[in-house]
């Protein structure tokens, strides 16, 4: 059981940039997959990054160059570093381990408007 408590989510401005964090309850230094997912009011949840142990990252087209995903296993967190935030990035950001069919933490609401 991997326990997954996310924060750094409120309102910013269009333009602005926030960051996100995702503990652990157990190290991540053994978990191959860790991500983060999006879930915007009425659509589909949807990739925004995946990092692997090896820190091969991968991105949702949507994201692409503006936002970058981190591990630091010695703190069991992974992060989520997004830049240049538009209002269509509005969403509830979950983290993951170990792939869809994994573990999920309770998600943190991202808010861009003017």
């Known amino acids: 059981q991997v326990q997954l408590v996310e924060s750094g989510g409120g309102l910013v401005q269009p333009g602005g940039s926030l960051r996100l964090s995702c503990v652990a309850s157990?190290?991540?230094?053994?978990?191959?997959?860790m991500g983060w997912y999006r879930q915007a009011p009425g659509k589909q949840r949807e990739l925004v990054a995946t990092?692997?142990?090896?820190?091969?990252?991968n991105y949702g087209d949507s994201v692409k160059g503006r936002f970058t995903i981190s591990r630091d296993n010695a703190k069991n967190t992974v992060y989520l570093q997004m830049n240049s935030l538009k209002p269509e990035d509005t969403a509830v950001y979950y983290c993951?381990?170990?792939?869809?069919?994994?573990?999920w933490g309770q998600g943190t609401q991202v808010t861009v408007s003017s």
């Open positions: 993951n381990a170990h792939g869809t069919g994994g573990f």
């Open positions: 990092i692997t142990g090896g820190t091969r990252t």
């Open positions: 157990v190290s991540i230094f053994s978990i191959s997959l």
